[in-house]
């Protein structure tokens, strides 16, 4: 199975999440938005986007978004978002409309990398049908009339090896990608590759080494903790969060179930948003440190209902394995995932840590001028992201994964595979299959990982620059992939 990655643009960053079998309609020529109360809205976003004032903008959010969605995403994340989607992807041109009644709009565009990109508008249900979000997320469009057509996949694995680093090289020197990339066949590898700067400040190249920041990727870390403890009967799948944290202030803990929570169909929100902004980074130091961010705020929708990304919800998750396991989060994965696996360069190490060969974060801000993320950062990451790791530890960690030495074969599959289905028996000698693409990003930070179980691959790409540089380093280097 080979699935696509699909970039959804957060409140103060990108964040990734496997996606399969997505596509869209055709993304050449133009479409004309619908000449209703929230169709206005929607093509007057357009027109102000595509002017390029940000005062317009401003005018334009304060206007027509709901006090609450505000609150929600201050003007300033919005603003942020804005500068970041001009750079990345100048104007807006609808290519064609695939939602649209008084309560929601979504249309489709191609992007200047050939992906589609879809929006996606919200709208209260009654007049004056003010916005109420707005989702923004890369798809593996299917054009009507395509450009001309991708290059072909290689013939060999030296040939894929050539191509990615000569495409590499161009992103590089275009000042568009720094980091390291590991390709390997069937655990071994067959190209590594190192581009740029880990420190900009002391002109330290990256080497093949290097600790980078894994954004969202340390969420299947956290999955995989999950299966381990399903798998030696500590949890079921279906538990609800009350069950293992009764202390868990919330109401709705009563009703979201674990499966639910790594499934994104709990209907928790976020971290991020106003409390983000308000909070000193410094103080998150521990899970539970985050749980001013969002326990007291309510479902976005009811539990099973609907599908939302929700780094809130991985937070619970290691707060689960915190309450079973004894010991904290980052503890309970050095030592059931790292350490079995051989990953001795990972960890989620603090911001004052004294970390060698550690990766600078660089972001780019107003006037194409990067700057490191430091002051951006929690100060240690959670079990939704933030840990740090190498792209030979990655390698290990998916060979860890196929061989069955983290989790029994059925979990190792479930994990590979990913869907909202729960692990299905597998006698112990049965082959692991599955594909998995993930990906993590905010500020100065990107990552991408492909394990590829049945035909072997597996691609790791860990960069110290905005999104998306990782994800179109990936989605280049997988169609460069042989078929067989």
């Given at each position: 199975?080979?699935?696509?990655?699909?970039?959804?643009?957060?409140?103060?960053?990108?964040?990734?999440?496997?996606?399969?079998?997505?596509?869209?309609?055709?993304?050449?020529?133009?479409?004309?938005?619908?000449?209703?109360?929230?169709?206005?809205?929607?093509?007057?976003?357009?027109?102000?986007?595509?002017?390029?004032?940000?005062?317009?903008?401003?005018?334009?959010?304060?206007?027509?978004?709901?006090?609450?969605?505000?609150?929600?995403?201050?003007?300033?994340?919005?603003?942020?978002?804005?500068?970041?989607?001009?750079?990345?992807?100048?104007?807006?041109?609808?290519?064609?409309?695939?939602?649209?009644?008084?309560?929601?709009?979504?249309?489709?565009?191609?992007?200047?990398?050939?992906?589609?990109?879809?929006?996606?508008?919200?709208?209260?249900?009654?007049?004056?049908?003010?916005?109420?979000?707005?989702?923004?997320?890369?798809?593996?469009?299917?054009?009507?009339?395509?450009?001309?057509?991708?290059?072909?996949?290689?013939?060999?694995?030296?040939?894929?090896?050539?191509?990615?680093?000569?495409?590499?090289?161009?992103?590089?020197?275009?000042?568009?990608?720094?980091?390291?990339?590991?390709?390997?066949?069937?655990?071994?590898?067959?190209?590594?590759?190192?581009?740029?700067?880990?420190?900009?400040?002391?002109?330290?190249?990256?080497?093949?080494?290097?600790?980078?920041?894994?954004?969202?990727?340390?969420?299947?870390?956290?999955?995989?903790?999950?299966?381990?403890?399903?798998?030696?009967?500590?949890?079921?799948?279906?538990?609800?969060?009350?069950?293992?944290?009764?202390?868990?202030?919330?109401?709705?803990?009563?009703?979201?179930?674990?499966?639910?929570?790594?499934?994104?169909?709990?209907?928790?929100?976020?971290?991020?948003?106003?409390?983000?902004?308000?909070?000193?980074?410094?103080?998150?130091?521990?899970?539970?440190?985050?749980?001013?961010?969002?326990?007291?705020?309510?479902?976005?929708?009811?539990?099973?209902?609907?599908?939302?990304?929700?780094?809130?919800?991985?937070?619970?998750?290691?707060?689960?394995?915190?309450?079973?396991s004894a010991q904290d989060y980052y503890g309970y994965v050095r030592e059931n995932i790292f350490r079995p696996a051989g990953m001795a360069d990972s960890d989620s190490y603090s911001v004052d840590d004294v970390v060698p060969n550690r990766a600078v974060g660089y972001t780019k801000r107003e006037g194409g001028r990067w700057r490191s993320?430091?002051?951006?950062?929690?100060?240690?990451?959670?079990?939704?992201?933030?840990?740090?790791?190498?792209a030979r530890d990655l390698l290990k960690f998916g060979a860890a994964l196929k061989a069955g030495k983290l989790v029994p074969p059925a979990y190792s599959a479930w994990i590979l595979s990913p869907g909202e289905g729960l692990p299905e028996a597998a006698a112990p000698s049965e082959r692991i299959s599955g594909s998995l693409g993930i990906?993590?990003?905010?500020?100065?930070?990107?990552?991408?990982?492909?394990?590829?179980?049945?035909?072997?691959?597996?691609?790791?790409?860990?960069?110290?620059?905005?999104?998306?540089?990782?994800?179109?380093?990936?989605k280049k280097i997988r169609a460069l992939l042989p078929r067989t």
């Open positions: 199975m080979t699935l696509g990655l699909r970039r959804v643009f957060g409140l103060t960053g990108f964040f990734f999440i496997a996606a399969s079998g997505l596509a869209g309609n055709g993304a050449g020529g133009s479409a004309v938005i619908p000449d209703t109360p929230l169709g206005r809205r929607v093509a007057a976003y357009v027109s102000v986007f595509n002017s390029g004032d940000e005062k317009a903008m401003i005018g334009f959010w304060t206007s027509n978004f709901t006090a609450e969605s505000l609150r929600e995403r201050p003007v300033e994340a919005r603003l942020t978002f804005y500068r970041r989607m001009r750079a990345d992807m100048k104007t807006i041109v609808p290519a064609s409309v695939e939602e649209s009644s008084s309560t929601a709009i979504a249309f489709l565009m191609k992007a200047p990398e050939g992906e589609g990109i879809q929006f996606r508008f919200e709208a209260e249900a009654n007049p004056p049908y003010r916005l109420t979000s707005m989702r923004v997320e890369t798809v593996d469009a299917a054009p009507e009339k395509p450009a001309a057509p991708a290059e072909p996949p290689k013939a060999s694995d030296e040939q894929v090896a050539a191509a990615a680093d000569e495409y590499l090289r161009g992103l590089a020197a275009r000042d568009e990608f720094s980091g390291a990339v590991l390709l390997a066949r069937n655990n071994t590898p067959f190209s590594e590759k190192v581009y740029g700067l880990a420190d900009r400040e002391f002109n330290v190249p990256v080497n093949i080494e290097t600790r980078f920041n894994l954004g969202s990727i340390n969420k299947i870390f956290t999955k995989t903790a999950i299966a381990q403890l399903a798998a030696a009967g500590k949890l079921s799948l279906s538990d609800t969060i009350r069950k293992h944290l009764p202390r868990y202030s919330a109401p709705y803990a009563d009703r979201v179930t674990i499966l639910q929570l790594l499934n994104f169909t709990s209907g928790m929100g976020d971290i991020f948003g106003a409390k983000w902004d308000a909070t000193s980074k410094e103080i998150l130091r521990s899970l539970a440190d985050y749980l001013p961010l969002f326990e007291n705020e309510p479902l976005k929708f009811e539990p099973g209902t609907n599908h939302a990304y929700s780094n809130a919800g991985y937070v619970v998750l290691g707060l689960i394995i915190e309450a079973l993320n430091t002051f951006q950062r929690p100060a240690r990451g959670s079990s939704a992201g933030g840990g740090y790791s190498t990906a993590g990003g905010s500020p100065g930070v990107n990552a991408a990982l492909l394990i590829d179980a049945d035909r072997g691959y597996t691609v790791v790409i860990l960069c110290n620059l905005d999104p998306p540089a990782a994800e179109k380093a990936l």
